[in-house]
């Protein structure tokens, strides 16, 4: 059976990190293209990263480029997002999931992901 799980998330000050993690069961991870998306309540689902089952390369949302990075662990068949100087902004449900493309489609588009992870809450606040 198919399963993403994310965790990591929590309440965090801003200018501090938090790092996702989204692990897989059922399938190998580095076989799909993996996004991370967040979704704000009153706000559509958008792709924040994305990581390329091709070649492992990457894209990043304007919002979020030089202060978010994702990576994947083949042996660990889990993918992270390291979120760093973390803004009031940032605040949403995480979810990661996955795309049969190669590459990743730019933006990330939620509607071509096909498994979901059920989402890790990120709250930036002082």
């Known amino acids: 059976q198919v399963q993403l799980v994310e965790s990591g998330g929590g309440l965090v000050q801003p200018g501090g990190s938090l790092r996702l993690s989204c692990a897989a069961s059922g399938f190998t991870l580095h076989d799909n293209t993996i996004g991370w998306f967040r979704q704000a309540p009153g706000k559509e689902r958008e792709g924040v990263a994305c990581?390329?089952?091709?070649?492992?390369?990457?894209y990043y949302a304007d919002s979020v480029q030089g202060r978010f990075t994702i990576s994947r662990d083949n042996a660990e068949n889990t993918v992270y997002l390291q979120m760093n100087s973390l803004k009031s902004e940032d605040t949403a449900v995480y979810y990661c999931g996955t795309d049969l493309a190669e590459l990743c489609r730019l933006p990330p588009p939620s509607y071509e992901y096909d498994y979901w992870g059920q989402g890790t809450q990120v709250t930036v606040s002082s």
């Open positions: 990581i390329s089952s091709l070649d492992a390369s990457t």
